[in-house]
Each structure stands twice: as C-alpha cells, then as structure tokens.
C-alpha cells in the first residue's frame, strides 16, 4: 500500500504518517519547500516536495514521482489554512491548492483509489441552535458562517463533482492532542487558573483526539470505502467547563477561575484582533471569523454512519486524550 499524506509536517499529518508507518505501508510525506519537518524523523519516511501555487509544477512532480516510484493508492489531503486574516487566504489556502492538486493527479494519470480529504464540521454552521439541541446530520443544509467553513465546503463540492475520484470526506468536530496550539493556549491559561468561556448561554461541545480520528481514517482506507461522507467525535456532548476542568485536574488544581465573556463582548475582542491582523498581515487565534466558532452554541453531530460502516468506536475518552495531551505539553517543555 502506498499511500501520499499531504500536510505531512501538521499537527494531523503528521499522526497520519506515524500511524501509516506503524502499519507497514509505503509513505509518502509531502511538504512544501522549507517546511519544519521536526516531528518526521523516521527514516522509513519519504519525501515529495509539493509546490502548491502551480499545477504545472504539480503535474510534472507528479509525473516523474509515477515514472521512478508508481503511483499512489491513498491520498490522504490534510494540507490546508484553519487561520487567515482574508477571505482570499482561506480561498487559496484551502480550494485552491486543492483543485490543482487534484487536476494535476488527473494530468498525470494518478487519481488514486482513495482521495480523502480533511474537511470540518464547521462547513453546516449553526442549523440547530434551538435547545433542546438536535445532531446535526449529513441531511441537514450547509450554512457555513466563516470563510473557513465556506472554503471547505466550496472544495467539497468541487471533489464531488470530478468525475472518477473517489473521495473520502471528513468533518471532525474539534481534534486535539499533542503538537496542537490552539488547545495549548487554552491549557497556558488555565496553568494560571484562567478558563475563558465564551458566552453565558450553555454550549454543547464536542471533541475528537486525533489519534482517534487517524483510526477512523485509517478504517477507511482498510474498508476501501468511496464516495463517502463522515462525522467525526468522540460521541459524546460536553459543557463549557468540562474540558477546562480535565486539564486543571492535570496541574494538581481543586478550582479554577471560568470566566464568562457575554458574547458581545467577545465580537468586540474578536473583530479587534481581525482588525489588527489585517492590518499588519498576521493571523490571531481569535478573529473575526473565529467569532462564528465560539458563538456557536451547539456542536453536536451525527457520528452513526461512522460506527455503523468503519466500526469506529474511540480509544480515548475526553479525560484520558487531555492528560495524555498535558503530558505531552509538560515533557516537550510548552507546559
């Protein structure tokens, strides 16, 4: 089997390609040119320089990889933006380097038998904010409210439309564990007793760690399935305090401090940060398009067809995923 994970050095990628070689499989890390490759250090990696902002270049990588190697069985596309201060860059970031990638395996006559792609939950929106909160479901519209979740939508799409690819689309809910930042800056507060909660209202939350998510790939791949969408979580609802709570529990700490933003105010800091991103072209954690995220109150989605066809049941329960995460954080020194 081999298979090609693009977005190799992420957070994601590069689980894939550790859980890939685990099983034995051919892999294919590729990276853009002066990518930080720190956590690659298998020797049973190999590399495929991609460069993503021309198909030409693409096709003709692409092509002399079949000549020399063959081509590929899996592709497993995780390259892509989560933060951008534009519109244009989660465009360009996220469809953009998808379709030519995808035309340039065309041109070389590489479509594999599995083209699966990491999209997002946050491609429906909030199309059930009504309590008592409803799953949201495959059958549901999708009403994206961030340029993020529009772009992953446009690709999805897209990937459905091209005739002969068989896609694989995921849309986990929120992935941590260890390498992540974004839950890291929540873990660096709460080290200092600070939790920031977004909003009064209750929020119903749901999380996937991400080597559960790679075992929820990789069945994929095992069940050769095509032309398929699924939800990813852990398959349980949480409130705005229990993932805070967990990893407090993992520096020793009885109370915490939750602090409870009203909304509005957390547009105000939001579109603040967007501002000040536009204009020195950086990119916050929290953003103006960031603000849709945590104003959504509910996250729960339908993981049936993701049990039932992959057999998919977690490893990691919430509470065992955070401290092995917070462990990681303390050993590497982020902690």
């Excluded at 945590?294 to 996250?299: D, E, F, H, K, S």
């Amino acid at each position: 089997m081999k298979i090609l994970v693009t977005g190799a050095n992420g957070f994601i990628g590069s689980f894939l390609v550790e859980e890939g070689l685990q099983r034995g499989f051919d892999v294919w890390a590729a990276v853009r040119p002066g990518s930080n490759c720190k956590y690659l250090n298998d020797e049973r990696i190999n590399f495929l320089q991609l460069d993503y902002t021309s198909e030409k270049n693409l096709t003709a990588t692409l092509t002399e990889h079949k000549n020399r190697y063959g081509a590929f069985d899996t592709v497993i596309h995780t390259a892509g933006v989560t933060k951008s201060h534009n519109k244009k860059g989660f465009e360009e970031g996220n469809y953009a380097i998808t379709e030519r990638l995808v035309c340039a395996l065309r041109n070389a006559d590489m479509l594999p038998k599995q083209f699966i792609y990491m999209s997002t939950l946050g491609t429906y929106g909030a199309v059930h904010e009504k309590e008592p909160f409803d799953t949201i479901k495959e059958n549901d519209i999708q009403v994206p409210a961030t340029n993020y979740g529009k772009s992953k939508l446009k690709t999805e799409i897209y990937l459905k439309s091209i005739p002969g690819l068989n896609y694989v689309i995921f849309r986990p809910t929120g992935v941590y564990g260890p390498r992540d930042k974004d839950y890291y800056l929540m873990a660096k507060s709460i080290k200092y007793r600070f939790n920031f909660i977004s909003g009064i209202k209750r929020q119903s939350i749901t999380f996937i760690y991400v080597k559960d998510l790679v075992k929820a790939i990789y069945s994929a791949i095992d069940k050769e399935v095509q032309k398929r969408c699924y939800f990813v979580s852990d398959g349980n609802q949480y409130s705005s305090t229990e993932f805070g709570n967990l990893i407090a529990a993992e520096f020793g700490y009885k109370w915490i401090i939750n602090l409870k933003c009203p909304l509005p105010l957390v547009w105000i800091i939001c579109h603040t940060l967007g501002g000040l991103a536009s204009l020195f072209g950086k990119t916050f954690t929290l953003n103006r398009d960031k603000y849709h995220i945590v104003a959504q109150r509910n996250w729960l989605c339908d993981i049936t067809a993701l049990q039932q066809e992959l057999d998919f049941t977690p490893d990691y329960p919430l509470q065992r995923g955070v401290k092995e995460t917070v462990e990681w954080y303390k050993s590497n020194g982020w902690l």
